[in-house]
Nanobody, 126 residues
Framework: QVQLVESGGGLVQAGGSLRLSCTAS?????????MGWYRQAPGKQRELVAT???????NYADFVKGRFTISRDSAKNTVYLQMNSLTPEDTAVYYC???????????????????WGQGTQVTVSS
């Protein structure tokens, strides 16, 4: 089982920055696949923000390109989202997502999984 624990949300003024972190915990030796961030604003559907594959390739929603940067520390099973030039429209609950396969030990089998974090609130004031 893969649990995702997020941190780093909060209140910031427009133009400010925040850094979100998400760590996969449990009996995990290695994760292969995508880790990323989604967000959901009040009254709106959850939407993709950014993802990063275990090989390093990234994918961003158009509305965050040039402002947000996703990165991954595979040794720590952690994904980060650096958010700069925040606007009130970025206000939402941000959810960490991870999906793919994991191992609990080097010689163990790969197990498919998909997990979501509990969400962290990001509020940008004007």
């Amino acid at each position: 089982q893969v649990q995702l624990v997020e941190s780093g949300g909060g209140l910031v003024q427009a133009g400010g920055s925040l850094r979100l972190s998400c760590t996969a915990s449990g009996s995990i030796f290695i994760i292969s696949g995508a880790m990323g961030w989604y967000r959901q604003a009040p009254g709106k559907q959850r939407e993709l923000v950014a993802t990063v594959q275990s090989g390093g390739s990234t994918n961003y929603a158009d509305f965050v390109k040039g402002r947000f940067t996703i990165s991954r520390d595979s040794a720590k099973n952690t994904v980060y989202l650096q958010m700069n030039s925040l606007t009130p429209e970025d206000t939402a609950v941000y959810y960490c997502n991870a999906e793919g396969q994991f191992k609990t030990e080097f010689w163990g089998p790969w197990t498919n999984f998909r997990s979501w974090g509990q969400g962290t609130q990001v509020t940008v004031s004007s």
